[in-house]
DNA sequence: ACTTAGCGGAGCGATTCGCTCCGCTCTGCA
DNA sequence: TGCAGAGCGGAGCGAATCGCTCCGCTAAGT
């Protein structure tokens, strides 16, 4: 009914949504400015919205969260192994992951945050347990070498490129390409290949990652 | 013999190393001052030896297409298609392409630049026909996938998170992992998988990207 | 011992930052 | 229809940072 809050509500998304965007394009040095502005509302709204810019950017990150804990529960409802797990994959890669990366260490890490990411933790090792036991996962791959994965390729610089000199004519081409690329990548996961390189991964690589450096 | 000189010399290596790094650190706004100080000259010094930033851009963009063609020209020296391939790859990645994306669209292309842009796609055609040739690429890649996948490889968000952190400590353990990412993308590369979605990426992905935005 | 090449970094004006505050619009009720 | 005020956009604040200049000083060369 109230259109007053259904405006404001859809202001908060188109933040969000803007926030993501302008963080993949501009990395660490997003401003308020263009984030307000690509979501086609003044930076006073913004701040009625989020007292601080650090509280949107937690916001920001908690949504993140919540979507990897549901795209893995996704994952986990395929009856297929295999499906379920390139589905997580495929998922958070989409969503837009990586575009959180230039704000790590600069946000403070609420309790709520951690407790997601742990929960999380625990999915994609259920996600890649049932692809191993099915075979359909290579051996040597682990959790952390799927996490960083979809760290790795949660970014495009071909896209933010793109769209940063504002070709948005190449777009379409630039995610087709884009897809190809996931797709190489995700086939690399399959079995029948020579053995990984060094050790697997530690996860020392994630913990204190998102921590405020002191 | 020129003490005087040599000096010279290494400041201009550690420079450009320092610039590598720093880009790939603090992305489109790195500054000579941080540049100059990870070199470990004064920024009185750095523009002693380039007259302004940009300069100082194109010499390093020069610097990593000259690598691009002699990796390239050393991937075809090898008597194998797939290790030359791999090779070029892999040395491309290390180099630090990846670190120039940022400020492609915020230098001037000198001549130089896209002669030898132009040359590298040609050995690089020649490596993935080879590869095509002797069965051991898939057949649905791509040379412009092969590009795309070296310039999405070519940075590591978690290496380079973790170095502006200043966790030196984990830095060993990142890269291995890393390489452990680029050795699954590289599998992926092999045939006996699906065909690739999408139609093959065209060369206007390419062109222009370099440009200046007018 | 004297000259001077070559260095580091303080500091300049311009720009950009996160954030505040205010005038205006346009909604919701009488 | 008129009016009160909720909620908006964006000008502008002080602080920080930018690319770049310039100068005092160190130390190499004769």
């Known amino acids: 009914m109230s259109t007053r809050r259904d405006r404001a509500e859809r202001n908060d998304r188109a933040l969000l949504q803007a926030a993501r965007d302008v963080l993949a394009e501009d990395g660490a040095h997003a401003s308020v400015a263009a984030i307000a502005a690509r ?12 007292q601080t810019k650090e509280e949107l950017f937690q916001r920001l990150s908690l949504l993140s969260l919540e979507h990897w804990n549901e795209a893995a529960e996704q994952g986990l409802a395929d009856p297929d192994p295999w499906a379920g797990l390139t ?9 837009g992951q990586g575009s959180l990366a ?68 190449l777009l379409p081409a630039a995610a ?15 079995p029948g290949h020579d053995p990984l390189p060094g050790s697997p991964p530690g996860d020392e690589l994630f913990t204190g990652r998102w921590s405020v450096a002191e």
């Open 102 to 169: 230039p704000i790590a260490g600069t946000i403070e890490v609420t309790e709520e945050m951690s407790a997601k990411s742990r929960r999380g933790d625990e999915l994609l090792d259920e996600l890649v347990r049932r692809a191993h036991a099915s075979g359909d996962l290579r051996a040597d791959v682990t959790a952390i070498d799927v996490s960083l994965l979809i760290e790795q390729l949660g970014r495009s610089p071909v896209v933010d490129q793109l769209r940063k000199q504002g070709r948005d004519d």
């Open 176 to 190: 087709e390409a884009r897809r190809r690329l996931i797709a190489i990548a995700l086939d690399g996961l399959r």
């Open 87 to 95: 589905g997580f994959v495929r998922s958070c890669i989409e969503f």
């Open 39 to 50: 979501a086609g509302v003044g930076v006073g709204s913004l701040y009625r919205r989020y």
